[in-house]
Protein backbone atom coordinates (compact mmCIF):
# COMPACT_ATOMS: atom_id res chain seq x y z
CA UNK A 1 0.00 0.00 0.00
CA UNK A 2 1.26 3.33 -0.67
CA UNK A 3 2.26 5.68 1.65
CA UNK A 4 2.37 9.25 2.44
CA UNK A 5 5.16 9.35 5.04
CA UNK A 6 8.90 8.88 3.62
CA UNK A 7 11.44 6.98 4.42
CA UNK A 8 13.68 8.84 7.30
CA UNK A 9 17.53 8.58 5.28
CA UNK A 10 15.38 11.48 3.46
CA UNK A 11 15.38 13.82 6.13
CA UNK A 12 17.33 17.34 4.93
CA UNK A 13 19.20 18.89 7.72
CA UNK A 14 17.29 22.12 6.83
CA UNK A 15 13.81 23.20 5.77
CA UNK A 16 11.92 26.65 4.92
CA UNK A 17 9.32 25.57 7.79
CA UNK A 18 9.22 22.15 10.61
CA UNK A 19 5.83 21.31 11.67
CA UNK A 20 6.16 19.28 14.83
CA UNK A 21 2.75 16.58 14.38
CA UNK A 22 0.15 15.95 12.15
CA UNK A 23 -2.78 16.20 13.55
CA UNK A 24 -5.51 18.92 12.92
CA UNK A 25 -3.97 22.37 13.41
CA UNK A 26 -0.24 20.63 12.23
CA UNK A 27 -2.28 19.11 9.17
CA UNK A 28 -3.48 22.68 8.06
CA UNK A 29 -0.36 24.65 8.64
CA UNK A 30 1.66 22.26 6.51
CA UNK A 31 -0.61 22.16 3.82
CA UNK A 32 -1.28 25.93 3.64
CA UNK A 33 2.24 26.97 3.60
CA UNK A 34 3.14 24.17 1.27
CA UNK A 35 0.83 25.60 -1.12
CA UNK A 36 2.05 29.03 -0.53
CA UNK A 37 5.32 27.47 -1.97
CA UNK A 38 7.24 26.98 1.30
CA UNK A 39 9.63 23.77 1.98
CA UNK A 40 8.03 21.96 4.19
CA UNK A 41 8.61 18.84 6.87
CA UNK A 42 6.07 17.52 9.05
CA UNK A 43 7.78 15.31 11.92
CA UNK A 44 5.29 13.03 13.67
CA UNK A 45 5.72 10.56 16.89
CA UNK A 46 3.41 7.73 15.60
CA UNK A 47 3.88 5.46 12.54
CA UNK A 48 1.43 5.43 9.81
CA UNK A 49 -1.53 3.24 9.28
CA UNK A 50 -3.54 3.46 6.28
CA UNK A 51 -7.22 1.56 6.23
CA UNK A 52 -7.34 -1.91 6.49
CA UNK A 53 -4.11 -1.86 8.76
CA UNK A 54 -6.04 -0.43 12.30
CA UNK A 55 -6.97 -3.21 15.15
CA UNK A 56 -9.73 -4.92 14.61
CA UNK A 57 -9.06 -7.88 17.47
CA UNK A 58 -8.93 -7.65 21.06
CA UNK A 59 -5.09 -8.86 20.74
CA UNK A 60 -4.38 -6.47 17.86
CA UNK A 61 -5.95 -3.64 19.77
CA UNK A 62 -3.95 -5.01 23.07
CA UNK A 63 -0.72 -4.36 20.85
CA UNK A 64 -1.58 -1.28 20.14
CA UNK A 65 -2.30 0.21 23.67
CA UNK A 66 0.46 2.43 25.27
CA UNK A 67 0.21 3.31 28.85
CA UNK A 68 1.75 6.44 30.40
CA UNK A 69 1.75 6.04 34.09
CA UNK A 70 2.96 7.99 37.22
CA UNK A 71 5.20 5.27 37.82
CA UNK A 72 6.18 4.17 34.32
CA UNK A 73 5.63 3.97 30.48
CA UNK A 74 3.75 0.69 29.55
CA UNK A 75 3.92 0.20 25.51
CA UNK A 76 5.53 0.94 22.59
CA UNK A 77 6.22 4.57 22.66
CA UNK A 78 4.34 4.48 18.67
CA UNK A 79 1.42 2.70 19.87
CA UNK A 80 -1.99 3.83 18.25
CA UNK A 81 -3.85 4.26 21.37
CA UNK A 82 -2.50 6.33 23.78
CA UNK A 83 -3.83 6.71 27.76
CA UNK A 84 -2.01 8.71 29.81
CA UNK A 85 -3.20 8.04 33.25
CA UNK A 86 -2.97 11.02 36.13
CA UNK A 87 -3.57 11.34 40.17
CA UNK A 88 -7.04 14.00 38.86
CA UNK A 89 -7.56 13.55 34.89
CA UNK A 90 -6.88 11.08 32.54
CA UNK A 91 -6.45 11.62 28.67
CA UNK A 92 -6.62 9.27 25.74
CA UNK A 93 -5.09 10.15 22.78
CA UNK A 94 -4.16 9.17 18.86
CA UNK A 95 -0.91 8.76 18.37
CA UNK A 96 0.16 7.87 14.79
CA UNK A 97 0.27 10.07 11.32
CA UNK A 98 -3.18 11.92 11.67
CA UNK A 99 -2.97 12.39 15.33
CA UNK A 100 -6.26 12.25 17.10
CA UNK A 101 -8.23 12.39 14.05
CA UNK A 102 -7.40 8.46 13.34
CA UNK A 103 -9.57 7.41 16.52
CA UNK A 104 -11.37 10.50 17.14
CA UNK A 105 -15.80 10.48 16.63
CA UNK A 106 -15.27 12.82 13.76
CA UNK A 107 -18.12 15.49 14.79
CA UNK A 108 -17.48 18.53 13.11
CA UNK A 109 -19.58 21.68 15.09
CA UNK A 110 -19.00 25.14 15.40
CA UNK A 111 -18.52 26.37 18.83
CA UNK A 112 -21.79 28.61 19.93
CA UNK A 113 -20.73 32.02 19.42
CA UNK A 114 -21.10 33.16 23.42
CA UNK A 115 -17.81 31.33 23.82
CA UNK A 116 -15.87 33.83 22.16
CA UNK A 117 -17.71 36.57 24.24
CA UNK A 118 -14.85 35.34 27.38
CA UNK A 119 -11.91 37.71 28.20
CA UNK A 120 -10.01 34.54 28.46
CA UNK A 121 -9.64 35.30 24.20
CA UNK A 122 -7.14 38.00 22.84
CA UNK A 123 -9.29 41.30 22.10
CA UNK A 124 -8.58 40.14 18.61
CA UNK A 125 -10.86 36.51 18.21
CA UNK A 126 -12.91 38.08 21.11
CA UNK A 127 -16.83 39.01 19.97
CA UNK A 128 -17.18 42.73 19.11
CA UNK A 129 -21.03 42.22 19.45
CA UNK A 130 -23.04 39.79 21.74
CA UNK A 131 -25.24 37.17 19.65
CA UNK A 132 -28.74 37.77 19.39
CA UNK A 133 -31.09 37.44 22.41
CA UNK A 134 -32.51 34.37 21.18
CA UNK A 135 -29.00 32.52 21.14
CA UNK A 136 -28.69 31.57 17.55
CA UNK A 137 -26.25 29.32 17.40
CA UNK A 138 -25.52 29.94 13.67
CA UNK A 139 -24.69 33.72 14.47
CA UNK A 140 -21.19 34.62 12.77
CA UNK A 141 -18.00 34.64 14.88
CA UNK A 142 -14.70 36.24 14.70
CA UNK A 143 -13.07 32.64 13.03
CA UNK A 144 -15.60 33.07 10.01
CA UNK A 145 -14.40 32.29 7.11
CA UNK A 146 -11.88 30.24 8.96
CA UNK A 147 -14.63 27.34 9.55
CA UNK A 148 -15.88 27.81 6.12
CA UNK A 149 -12.31 26.56 4.71
CA UNK A 150 -11.97 23.85 7.27
CA UNK A 151 -15.09 22.59 6.17
CA UNK A 152 -14.48 22.62 2.87
CA UNK A 153 -11.31 20.05 3.26
CA UNK A 154 -12.53 18.21 5.67
CA UNK A 155 -16.33 17.27 4.42
CA UNK A 156 -18.12 17.02 7.12
CA UNK A 157 -21.84 15.77 6.59
CA UNK A 158 -24.75 14.32 8.80
CA UNK A 159 -25.92 10.57 8.25
CA UNK A 160 -28.11 10.42 5.40
CA UNK A 161 -31.77 9.85 5.46
CA UNK A 162 -31.10 6.79 2.88
CA UNK A 163 -28.61 5.30 5.83
CA UNK A 164 -30.27 2.20 7.19
CA UNK A 165 -31.99 2.47 10.40
CA UNK A 166 -29.77 3.21 13.23
CA UNK A 167 -31.22 2.01 16.51
CA UNK A 168 -28.54 4.15 18.74
CA UNK A 169 -29.61 7.11 16.88
CA UNK A 170 -33.44 6.09 17.41
CA UNK A 171 -32.79 5.83 21.08
CA UNK A 172 -31.42 9.09 21.45
CA UNK A 173 -33.89 10.60 19.96
CA UNK A 174 -36.20 9.47 22.06
CA UNK A 175 -34.62 10.44 25.12
CA UNK A 176 -34.35 13.78 23.38
CA UNK A 177 -38.39 14.47 23.02
CA UNK A 178 -38.21 12.71 27.17
CA UNK A 179 -35.90 15.79 27.92
CA UNK A 180 -37.79 18.40 25.60
CA UNK A 181 -34.52 19.24 23.98
CA UNK A 182 -32.96 20.37 20.33
CA UNK A 183 -32.11 16.91 18.72
CA UNK A 184 -30.67 16.48 15.46
CA UNK A 185 -27.93 14.80 13.13
CA UNK A 186 -24.96 16.45 13.59
CA UNK A 187 -22.02 17.19 10.85
CA UNK A 188 -19.27 14.24 10.99
CA UNK A 189 -16.25 13.81 8.66
CA UNK A 190 -17.32 10.56 7.11
CA UNK A 191 -17.81 9.95 3.70
CA UNK A 192 -21.12 8.49 2.38
CA UNK A 193 -20.93 9.18 -1.50
CA UNK A 194 -17.67 9.24 -2.85
CA UNK A 195 -16.23 5.92 -4.23
CA UNK A 196 -13.08 6.35 -5.66
CA UNK A 197 -10.51 9.57 -5.43
CA UNK A 198 -11.55 12.33 -3.72
CA UNK A 199 -10.65 15.93 -3.64
CA UNK A 200 -7.01 15.46 -2.65
CA UNK A 201 -6.22 12.51 -4.90
CA UNK A 202 -6.86 9.99 -2.21
CA UNK A 203 -9.30 6.86 -3.07
CA UNK A 204 -12.34 6.61 -0.96
CA UNK A 205 -15.26 3.97 0.09
CA UNK A 206 -18.92 5.06 1.23
CA UNK A 207 -19.20 4.20 5.06
CA UNK A 208 -20.31 0.44 5.77
CA UNK A 209 -21.89 1.63 9.39
CA UNK A 210 -19.41 -0.88 10.69
CA UNK A 211 -19.15 1.34 13.83
CA UNK A 212 -15.47 0.93 14.48
CA UNK A 213 -14.95 4.74 14.06
CA UNK A 214 -12.73 5.19 17.37
CA UNK A 215 -10.54 2.06 16.31
CA UNK A 216 -9.58 3.37 13.00
CA UNK A 217 -11.16 3.32 9.94
CA UNK A 218 -10.39 0.69 7.79
CA UNK A 219 -12.77 1.05 4.58
CA UNK A 220 -11.17 4.37 3.66
CA UNK A 221 -14.82 6.23 4.67
CA UNK A 222 -13.18 8.17 7.72
CA UNK A 223 -12.44 11.74 6.46
CA UNK A 224 -9.22 11.63 8.54
CA UNK A 225 -6.11 13.68 8.34
CA UNK A 226 -5.00 11.34 5.87
CA UNK A 227 -8.09 11.34 3.58
CA UNK A 228 -6.94 15.57 2.96
CA UNK A 229 -4.98 18.12 4.42
CA UNK A 230 -1.96 15.50 5.06
CA UNK A 231 -2.20 14.38 1.18
CA UNK A 232 -2.70 17.48 0.13
CA UNK A 233 0.41 19.10 1.74
CA UNK A 234 2.64 16.34 0.58
CA UNK A 235 0.86 16.73 -3.30
CA UNK A 236 2.10 20.66 -2.51
CA UNK A 237 5.95 19.24 -1.91
CA UNK A 238 5.88 18.87 2.20
CA UNK A 239 7.82 15.67 3.47
CA UNK A 240 6.43 13.95 5.84
CA UNK A 241 8.34 11.65 8.29
CA UNK A 242 6.91 9.61 11.17
CA UNK A 243 8.57 7.92 14.59
CA UNK A 244 10.50 11.27 15.04
CA UNK A 245 9.64 12.20 18.58
CA UNK A 246 10.38 16.13 18.94
CA UNK A 247 12.15 16.91 22.22
CA UNK A 248 12.35 20.65 22.37
CA UNK A 249 13.59 23.65 19.84
CA UNK A 250 16.23 26.17 20.92
CA UNK A 251 17.10 29.08 19.04
CA UNK A 252 20.11 28.87 16.28
CA UNK A 253 22.49 31.49 14.84
CA UNK A 254 20.42 31.47 11.31
CA UNK A 255 16.82 30.10 12.41
CA UNK A 256 15.60 27.39 14.75
CA UNK A 257 16.71 24.13 15.76
CA UNK A 258 14.78 21.21 16.43
CA UNK A 259 16.19 18.53 18.58
CA UNK A 260 14.61 14.98 17.78
CA UNK A 261 15.14 11.23 18.44
CA UNK A 262 14.12 8.57 16.36
CA UNK A 263 11.80 5.76 18.13
CA UNK A 264 11.62 2.06 17.90
CA UNK A 265 15.19 2.71 15.76
CA UNK A 266 17.21 1.22 18.73
CA UNK A 267 18.52 4.04 19.21
CA UNK A 268 17.48 5.01 23.15
CA UNK A 269 18.93 1.92 23.91
CA UNK A 270 22.31 3.02 23.35
CA UNK A 271 21.36 6.76 24.96
CA UNK A 272 22.34 8.20 20.81
CA UNK A 273 22.52 12.35 21.22
CA UNK A 274 19.60 13.82 19.34
CA UNK A 275 18.93 14.77 15.99
CA UNK A 276 19.06 18.17 14.72
CA UNK A 277 16.82 19.84 11.75
CA UNK A 278 17.01 23.51 11.52
CA UNK A 279 14.32 25.66 10.08
CA UNK A 280 13.63 29.74 9.66
CA UNK A 281 9.84 28.98 11.09
CA UNK A 282 8.86 26.26 13.56
CA UNK A 283 4.95 25.35 14.41
CA UNK A 284 4.66 23.25 17.14
CA UNK A 285 1.50 21.43 16.38
CA UNK A 286 1.58 17.85 18.69
CA UNK A 287 -1.50 18.39 20.54
CA UNK A 288 -2.21 19.57 23.81
CA UNK A 289 0.11 17.70 25.83
CA UNK A 290 2.62 17.06 23.33
CA UNK A 291 3.32 20.93 22.72
CA UNK A 292 3.36 21.78 25.96
CA UNK A 293 5.66 18.96 27.03
CA UNK A 294 8.34 20.05 24.08
CA UNK A 295 7.50 23.81 25.15
CA UNK A 296 8.17 22.98 28.92
CA UNK A 297 11.10 20.70 27.69
CA UNK A 298 12.88 23.74 25.61
CA UNK A 299 12.33 26.14 28.87
CA UNK A 300 14.50 23.48 30.29
CA UNK A 301 17.33 24.44 28.03
CA UNK A 302 17.11 28.05 28.16
CA UNK A 303 14.21 29.10 26.08
CA UNK A 304 12.58 31.84 27.85
CA UNK A 305 8.49 31.87 27.94
CA UNK A 306 5.92 32.96 29.38
CA UNK A 307 5.64 31.76 33.09
CA UNK A 308 1.86 30.74 32.15
CA UNK A 309 2.97 28.24 30.32
CA UNK A 310 1.17 24.73 31.30
CA UNK A 311 -2.13 26.58 32.87
CA UNK A 312 -5.55 26.85 31.96
CA UNK A 313 -5.61 23.10 31.05
CA UNK A 314 -9.46 21.88 30.45
CA UNK A 315 -10.39 18.69 29.73
CA UNK A 316 -13.49 20.36 27.80
CA UNK A 317 -15.70 19.43 30.24
CA UNK A 318 -16.03 15.82 29.13
CA UNK A 319 -18.11 13.36 30.38
CA UNK A 320 -18.59 9.67 29.54
CA UNK A 321 -21.71 7.39 30.73
CA UNK A 322 -23.96 4.33 29.83
CA UNK A 323 -27.28 3.58 29.70
CA UNK A 324 -26.56 -0.01 30.56
CA UNK A 325 -29.30 -3.40 29.86
CA UNK A 326 -32.50 -1.13 28.73
CA UNK A 327 -35.32 -1.98 27.35
CA UNK A 328 -34.31 -0.91 23.74
CA UNK A 329 -32.15 -2.60 21.21
CA UNK A 330 -28.94 -0.17 20.56
CA UNK A 331 -26.42 -2.08 18.60
CA UNK A 332 -23.64 -0.09 19.80
CA UNK A 333 -20.67 -2.07 19.40
CA UNK A 334 -18.79 -2.24 16.03
CA UNK A 335 -17.89 -5.10 13.79
CA UNK A 336 -13.97 -5.56 14.78
CA UNK A 337 -13.13 -8.16 12.50
CA UNK A 338 -16.40 -9.72 11.12
CA UNK A 339 -17.23 -9.29 7.28
CA UNK A 340 -19.91 -6.49 6.35
CA UNK A 341 -23.45 -8.56 6.97
CA UNK A 342 -22.75 -10.88 9.69
CA UNK A 343 -23.57 -7.70 12.14
CA UNK A 344 -26.55 -5.80 11.79
CA UNK A 345 -25.51 -1.55 10.39
CA UNK A 346 -24.30 0.26 13.58
CA UNK A 347 -23.48 3.42 11.84
CA UNK A 348 -20.58 5.91 12.73
CA UNK A 349 -19.59 6.59 15.90
CA UNK A 350 -21.38 9.44 16.87
CA UNK A 351 -24.92 10.30 14.19
CA UNK A 352 -27.16 12.17 17.02
CA UNK A 353 -26.93 14.96 19.53
CA UNK A 354 -29.16 16.27 22.39
CA UNK A 355 -28.10 20.02 22.10
CA UNK A 356 -28.49 21.87 25.62
CA UNK A 357 -26.60 25.07 24.73
CA UNK A 358 -29.07 26.90 24.50
CA UNK A 359 -28.97 28.33 28.27
CA UNK A 360 -29.32 31.54 29.99
CA UNK A 361 -25.48 30.94 31.55
CA UNK A 362 -23.28 29.34 28.78
CA UNK A 363 -21.18 27.37 31.23
CA UNK A 364 -24.46 25.58 32.04
CA UNK A 365 -24.83 24.28 28.26
CA UNK A 366 -24.06 20.80 26.97
CA UNK A 367 -24.27 18.55 24.30
CA UNK A 368 -24.95 15.00 24.72
CA UNK A 369 -24.14 12.39 21.57
CA UNK A 370 -24.10 8.49 21.61
CA UNK A 371 -21.12 6.67 20.72
CA UNK A 372 -20.51 2.88 19.14
CA UNK A 373 -17.50 0.87 20.98
CA UNK A 374 -15.14 -0.76 18.67
CA UNK A 375 -16.20 -3.84 18.17
CA UNK A 376 -12.00 -5.44 18.83
CA UNK A 377 -13.29 -4.77 22.77
CA UNK A 378 -16.57 -6.35 22.66
CA UNK A 379 -15.68 -9.34 24.11
CA UNK A 380 -14.19 -8.14 27.48
CA UNK A 381 -17.87 -5.75 27.78
CA UNK A 382 -19.79 -8.09 29.39
CA UNK A 383 -18.55 -9.36 32.62
CA UNK A 384 -17.09 -5.32 32.84
CA UNK A 385 -20.62 -4.06 32.42
CA UNK A 386 -22.01 -6.42 34.29
CA UNK A 387 -19.39 -5.93 37.41
CA UNK A 388 -19.39 -1.80 36.96
CA UNK A 389 -23.60 -1.58 36.97
CA UNK A 390 -23.11 -3.69 40.34
CA UNK A 391 -20.86 -1.28 41.76
CA UNK A 392 -21.80 2.36 40.47
CA UNK A 393 -25.18 1.48 38.68
CA UNK A 394 -28.74 3.00 39.59
CA UNK A 395 -31.52 0.67 38.21
CA UNK A 396 -34.21 3.28 37.02
CA UNK A 397 -37.25 1.09 37.16
CA UNK A 398 -37.00 -1.08 40.60
CA UNK A 399 -39.23 -3.82 41.13
CA UNK A 400 -38.64 -7.94 40.87
CA UNK A 401 -40.13 -7.72 37.14
CA UNK A 402 -37.54 -5.26 36.06
CA UNK A 403 -34.97 -7.00 38.20
CA UNK A 404 -35.53 -10.48 36.42
CA UNK A 405 -35.48 -9.15 32.47
CA UNK A 406 -31.85 -7.04 33.58
CA UNK A 407 -30.53 -10.01 35.15
CA UNK A 408 -31.45 -12.14 31.80
CA UNK A 409 -30.69 -10.18 29.19
CA UNK A 410 -26.43 -9.80 31.30
CA UNK A 411 -26.70 -13.38 31.51
CA UNK A 412 -27.55 -13.79 27.89
CA UNK A 413 -24.64 -11.52 26.95
CA UNK A 414 -22.07 -13.35 29.30
CA UNK A 415 -23.08 -16.72 27.41
CA UNK A 416 -24.06 -15.26 23.90
CA UNK A 417 -21.64 -12.38 23.83
CA UNK A 418 -22.05 -8.68 23.03
CA UNK A 419 -24.14 -8.99 20.36
CA UNK A 420 -26.79 -10.09 21.91
CA UNK A 421 -28.56 -9.09 25.40
CA UNK A 422 -27.90 -6.17 28.12
CA UNK A 423 -24.97 -5.24 25.49
CA UNK A 424 -26.79 -4.66 22.56
CA UNK A 425 -29.09 -2.71 24.52
CA UNK A 426 -26.52 -0.74 25.93
CA UNK A 427 -26.37 3.25 24.84
CA UNK A 428 -23.18 5.12 25.13
CA UNK A 429 -23.02 8.71 26.14
CA UNK A 430 -20.51 11.02 25.37
CA UNK A 431 -21.08 15.03 26.84
CA UNK A 432 -18.92 18.31 26.68
CA UNK A 433 -20.02 21.05 29.19
CA UNK A 434 -17.79 23.62 30.76
CA UNK A 435 -15.51 22.71 33.41
CA UNK A 436 -13.47 25.65 35.15
CA UNK A 437 -10.14 25.02 32.66
CA UNK A 438 -7.63 24.95 36.31
CA UNK A 439 -5.60 22.39 34.89
CA UNK A 440 -1.96 22.48 34.93
CA UNK A 441 0.32 20.87 33.07
CA UNK A 442 3.78 19.79 34.52
CA UNK A 443 6.87 17.95 33.75
CA UNK A 444 8.16 15.48 35.94
CA UNK A 445 10.70 12.62 35.01
CA UNK A 446 10.99 14.32 31.90
CA UNK A 447 7.24 13.58 30.93
CA UNK A 448 4.22 15.71 30.80
CA UNK A 449 2.05 15.38 34.01
CA UNK A 450 -1.64 16.79 34.70
CA UNK A 451 -2.23 18.60 38.32
CA UNK A 452 -5.82 19.24 38.96
CA UNK A 453 -6.70 18.67 42.26
CA UNK A 454 -10.62 18.22 43.07
CA UNK A 455 -11.50 18.38 39.15
CA UNK A 456 -14.10 15.65 39.41
CA UNK A 457 -16.14 17.62 42.20
CA UNK A 458 -17.45 20.52 40.04
CA UNK A 459 -21.23 20.99 40.27
CA UNK A 460 -21.33 20.57 36.73
CA UNK A 461 -20.32 17.01 36.75
CA UNK A 462 -23.02 16.17 38.57
CA UNK A 463 -25.67 18.10 36.91
CA UNK A 464 -24.33 16.07 33.77
CA UNK A 465 -25.03 13.30 35.16
CA UNK A 466 -28.51 14.22 36.59
CA UNK A 467 -29.09 14.82 32.93
CA UNK A 468 -27.90 11.73 31.60
CA UNK A 469 -29.76 9.79 34.01
CA UNK A 470 -33.12 11.28 32.98
CA UNK A 471 -32.05 10.89 29.28
CA UNK A 472 -32.29 7.06 30.11
CA UNK A 473 -35.60 6.64 32.06
CA UNK A 474 -37.55 6.30 28.75
CA UNK A 475 -35.05 3.10 27.92
CA UNK A 476 -35.18 1.77 30.86
CA UNK A 477 -32.40 -0.69 32.83
CA UNK A 478 -29.44 0.62 34.44
CA UNK A 479 -27.76 4.25 34.23
CA UNK A 480 -23.98 3.81 34.61
CA UNK A 481 -21.94 6.81 34.97
CA UNK A 482 -18.34 7.03 33.86
CA UNK A 483 -17.39 3.86 36.55
CA UNK A 484 -13.68 6.12 37.64
CA UNK A 485 -16.33 8.93 38.26
CA UNK A 486 -16.95 7.85 41.77
CA UNK A 487 -15.81 7.90 45.55
CA UNK A 488 -13.38 4.95 45.17
CA UNK A 489 -11.79 6.72 42.59
CA UNK A 490 -11.94 10.45 43.84
CA UNK A 491 -14.47 11.31 40.73
CA UNK A 492 -11.49 11.48 38.70
CA UNK A 493 -12.41 12.37 34.97
CA UNK A 494 -11.27 11.08 31.45
CA UNK A 495 -10.95 13.20 28.71
CA UNK A 496 -10.60 12.95 24.94
CA UNK A 497 -10.63 16.55 24.09
CA UNK A 498 -7.21 18.17 26.26
CA UNK A 499 -7.46 21.85 25.51
CA UNK A 500 -5.10 24.44 26.49
CA UNK A 501 -1.34 24.58 28.43
CA UNK A 502 -0.42 27.39 25.50
CA UNK A 503 -3.08 29.59 25.80
CA UNK A 504 -3.54 32.33 24.03
CA UNK A 505 -4.01 35.82 24.77
CA UNK A 506 -3.23 39.66 24.62
CA UNK A 507 0.50 39.49 26.10
CA UNK A 508 2.61 36.80 28.02
CA UNK A 509 1.31 37.75 31.40
CA UNK A 510 -1.92 36.23 30.22
CA UNK A 511 -0.80 33.34 27.96
CA UNK A 512 2.25 31.10 25.55
CA UNK A 513 1.14 32.70 22.17
CA UNK A 514 -0.34 35.45 20.51
CA UNK A 515 -3.67 35.62 18.59
CA UNK A 516 -1.73 34.71 15.76
CA UNK A 517 -0.26 31.72 17.68
CA UNK A 518 3.71 33.26 18.06
CA UNK A 519 5.36 32.52 21.07
CA UNK A 520 5.61 35.07 23.85
CA UNK A 521 9.50 35.56 24.52
CA UNK A 522 9.80 35.93 28.02
CA UNK A 523 7.65 36.16 31.05
CA UNK A 524 6.18 39.68 30.26
CA UNK A 525 4.93 42.25 27.24
CA UNK A 526 3.94 41.10 23.70
CA UNK A 527 7.45 40.84 22.32
CA UNK A 528 7.48 37.02 20.02
CA UNK A 529 9.88 35.06 18.78
CA UNK A 530 10.11 35.12 14.80
CA UNK A 531 9.15 31.89 13.38
CA UNK A 532 8.07 30.39 16.46
CA UNK A 533 4.52 29.32 16.17
CA UNK A 534 1.97 26.88 17.71
CA UNK A 535 -0.63 25.57 16.16
CA UNK A 536 -3.12 23.08 17.81
CA UNK A 537 -5.62 22.50 20.84
CA UNK A 538 -3.21 23.75 23.54
CA UNK A 539 -3.86 27.73 22.02
CA UNK A 540 -7.44 27.40 23.17
CA UNK A 541 -7.79 29.42 26.62
CA UNK A 542 -11.18 27.91 27.70
CA UNK A 543 -13.79 24.92 27.60
CA UNK A 544 -15.91 25.18 24.05
CA UNK A 545 -18.57 23.08 25.36
CA UNK A 546 -18.96 20.89 22.58
CA UNK A 547 -16.45 18.80 19.92
CA UNK A 548 -13.42 20.99 19.27
CA UNK A 549 -11.97 19.57 16.59
CA UNK A 550 -13.58 21.80 13.75
CA UNK A 551 -12.40 25.41 15.98
CA UNK A 552 -9.15 24.05 16.12
CA UNK A 553 -8.64 23.84 12.56
CA UNK A 554 -10.20 27.31 12.33
CA UNK A 555 -7.91 28.43 14.36
CA UNK A 556 -4.92 26.76 12.78
CA UNK A 557 -6.37 27.92 9.17
CA UNK A 558 -6.48 31.24 10.37
CA UNK A 559 -2.94 31.09 11.93
CA UNK A 560 -1.41 30.09 8.39
CA UNK A 561 -3.57 32.87 6.69
CA UNK A 562 -2.01 35.28 9.22
CA UNK A 563 1.71 33.94 9.14
CA UNK A 564 1.43 34.09 5.18
CA UNK A 565 0.33 37.79 5.38
CA UNK A 566 2.71 38.62 7.70
CA UNK A 567 5.67 36.90 5.26
CA UNK A 568 3.93 38.00 1.84
CA UNK A 569 2.99 34.80 0.72
CA UNK A 570 -0.22 33.55 -0.79
CA UNK A 571 -1.93 30.59 -0.28
CA UNK A 572 -3.78 29.70 -3.06
CA UNK A 573 -7.09 27.59 -2.40
CA UNK A 574 -7.54 26.02 -5.32
CA UNK A 575 -9.22 22.02 -5.59
CA UNK A 576 -9.08 19.64 -6.50
CA UNK A 577 -5.02 19.23 -6.14
CA UNK A 578 -3.80 15.51 -7.12
CA UNK A 579 -0.21 13.64 -5.94
CA UNK A 580 2.82 15.18 -7.83
CA UNK A 581 3.55 11.45 -8.51
CA UNK A 582 2.36 8.54 -8.61
CA UNK A 583 2.69 6.85 -4.61
CA UNK A 584 5.09 3.62 -5.26
CA UNK A 585 3.94 0.83 -2.71
CA UNK A 586 6.06 -0.18 0.78
CA UNK A 587 8.42 -3.02 0.28
CA UNK A 588 9.48 -5.07 3.32
CA UNK A 589 12.50 -3.66 4.77
CA UNK A 590 15.22 -4.32 6.99
CA UNK A 591 16.75 -1.60 10.09
CA UNK A 592 19.08 -1.49 12.92
CA UNK A 593 21.17 0.20 15.55
CA UNK A 594 24.89 -0.53 16.65
CA UNK A 595 26.88 1.94 18.42
CA UNK A 596 30.87 1.10 17.90
CA UNK A 597 33.47 2.18 20.32
CA UNK A 598 36.75 1.83 20.60
CA UNK A 599 40.51 4.65 20.88
CA UNK A 600 41.94 6.69 18.45
CA UNK A 601 44.84 8.69 18.00
CA UNK A 602 45.95 12.23 16.00
CA UNK A 603 49.28 11.32 16.45
CA UNK A 604 49.28 8.16 14.18
CA UNK A 605 47.68 8.27 10.49
CA UNK A 606 48.53 5.89 8.79
CA UNK A 607 48.04 2.48 10.64
CA UNK A 608 44.52 2.25 12.42
CA UNK A 609 45.51 -0.41 14.68
CA UNK A 610 49.09 1.50 15.92
CA UNK A 611 46.73 4.73 16.54
CA UNK A 612 44.02 2.51 18.64
CA UNK A 613 46.94 1.29 20.82
CA UNK A 614 48.15 4.89 20.82
CA UNK A 615 44.91 6.17 21.65
CA UNK A 616 44.59 3.61 24.33
CA UNK A 617 47.73 4.51 25.76
CA UNK A 618 46.61 8.30 25.58
CA UNK A 619 42.60 7.42 26.68
CA UNK A 620 41.53 9.07 23.79
CA UNK A 621 38.31 7.48 23.36
CA UNK A 622 35.69 7.39 20.33
CA UNK A 623 32.38 6.60 20.15
CA UNK A 624 29.48 6.64 17.38
CA UNK A 625 26.10 5.38 17.04
CA UNK A 626 24.90 4.25 13.20
CA UNK A 627 20.66 3.40 12.28
CA UNK A 628 21.43 1.09 8.88
CA UNK A 629 18.05 1.42 7.03
CA UNK A 630 16.72 -0.42 3.90
CA UNK A 631 13.43 0.30 2.62
CA UNK A 632 13.52 -2.61 0.23
CA UNK A 633 15.19 -5.79 1.24
CA UNK A 634 15.25 -7.24 -2.52
CA UNK A 635 16.82 -4.28 -4.15
CA UNK A 636 19.54 -4.12 -1.12
CA UNK A 637 20.48 -8.15 -1.62
Known amino acids: MARLSSPIEKLKNRYKVVVIGSGYGAAIMASRLARAGQSVCILERGKELQPGEYPNTETEAVEEFQVDLPEKHIGRATGLYDLRV ?31 DSPAWPSELRNKTSPDPALDLDHSTPLEPYYAYAEQMLKPAPVPSTAPPLPKLKALEKSARHLHAMFYRPPINVNFEIDGPNHVGVEQKPCTCCGDCVSGCNYGAKNTL ?154 ALPEVFAVTAGLVGKILEPNPQADARLVARAVESIIRGPYHGAINNTQTYLVMTHDNGAGRLVLEDDRVRIEWPGVGGQAIFQRVNSILEEATKPLGGIFVKNPIWSELFRHNLITVHPLGGCVMADDAEGGVVDHKGRVFSGPNGTKTYPGLYVSDGSVVPCPLGVNPLLTISALAERCAALLCKDYGWEIDYTLPSAPAEVAVAAQPGIQFTETMKGFFSAKVKDDYERGAAQGKVDNSTFQFTLTIVSEDVEKML
Open 86 to 116: NSDVNVFLGCGLGGTSLVNANVALRAEPRVF
Open 226 to 379: IMNYLPDARNHGAEIFTQVSVRWVQRGDAGWLVQCQLLEEGRELFNAPPLTISADIVVIAAGTLGSTEILLRSAQNGLALSSRLGFNFTGNGDVLGFGYDTDDQINGIGWGHRSPGEIPPVGPCITGIIDLRHMPNLTDGMVVEEGSIPGALGA
